[in-house]
């Protein structure tokens, strides 16, 4: 993409945190239109459950910008740097404020359902079948969103929980599906789920 | 998705502006992401074009919220949908704090690109060639989402935009289009922007 010919900076210890606050404050409003969609108290609790992480991350983040503030005198990059873990950290707090909807049972008519639902990008739930070809295969390989829209956000394995799955996961029978993409990807997905469809595409 | 049978209600107006406010939310957040990744002033700027509307429905929402509330007494109804417009609310203000770092030029190192080039989700540029199989067609026909994983944000025609494309509009040769979706799904939306691939799939 554009400046091609420029090798990329290896990544430092202060991006790989931005990094994985965006992707977290990504998925942290994923899991909370999910929690209200599906009304799962679960999911939205786990919401939650980054608080800290990212709480964390915030923090660490702001002491190594101020320190590498201090040793090489840039105060622009460290200002860009605190300023960004703060909007992902409030971005976070949205989802929190999102998923506290569910959490505080304050939910007694299908508007805020209906809201979600109905937006360009939706959130599907469905479950996998032992016949579907997602079954066994790691969901890098299955490279799920590159070829169907869909990414998956959330796996229920019977009792457990895998939140923001990696490329290593891999689909199981049985398996409870959280994914998001467009309204026009989630009927075929579904039917891949349950095994109706054999491929992909 | 599980209650199979029930009718949906019809959308109201309240709905309805929820809606739009959580997909302009979405876009806000995408533009503004783009806005960095491309240190684009137009886009930046968009972002806040998105400001007003946005203030306007949060007003209109709270105002119908509260005449539904008068109306049929349903206090905690009424409170859902106001702390909804809030939280969209504020998300749309997080993309234009994310936009503001790209309008005060104070990008002086690549930190903050290489966070949202290595998310989970990018965003990428591309242009649209004559022979490629995207002219032409509406996107609600090219169904591009679903088969390729990669959504339109915006299109730039010459000096026009157009932000957050429905399903109506039509691409044409010459057109720079911004696309979300996950990484792995960049490389092919190039080649069947500039006609190197003739499948969407």
């Known amino acids: 993409m554009g400046g091609m010919g420029m090798t990329k900076p290896k990544p430092s210890k202060i991006d790989k945190y931005l990094i994985e606050m965006k992707d977290m404050t990504d998925l942290m409003v994923d899991l909370a239109y999910s929690a209200v969609l599906f009304n799962n108290y679960k999911i939205a609790e786990e919401v939650f459950a980054f608080e800290e992480r990212m709480d964390k991350l915030q923090t660490e983040v702001e ?57 360009d990008t939706t959130i599907m739930r469905t479950k996998i079948s032992g016949n579907s070809i997602l079954v066994g295969k790691t969901l890098k390989r299955l490279e799920l969103a590159g070829e169907t829209g869909m990414w998956i956000i959330a796996i229920k394995r019977g009792k457990k929980w895998v939140f923001g799955p990696d490329g290593k ?23 891949i789920a349950r095994g109706k469809a054999r491929s992909l595409l």
Chains 1, 2 share one sequence.
């Open 169 to 191: 996961n891999m689909l199981k029978p049985g398996d409870i599906v959280f994914a998001r993409g467009p309204p026009d990807g989630t009927k075929h997905f579904h039917m």
């Open 63 to 119: 002491r190594l910008a101020l320190k590498s503030a201090v040793q090489d005198g840039n105060v622009e990059k460290a200002f860009v740097i605190i300023k960004l873990s703060e909007i992902f950290e409030r971005i976070g707090d949205s989802a929190l404020d999102i998923a506290d909807v569910v959490l505080r049972e304050i939910l007694p008519h299908p508007v805020v359902k209906q809201t979600i639902e109905d937006s």
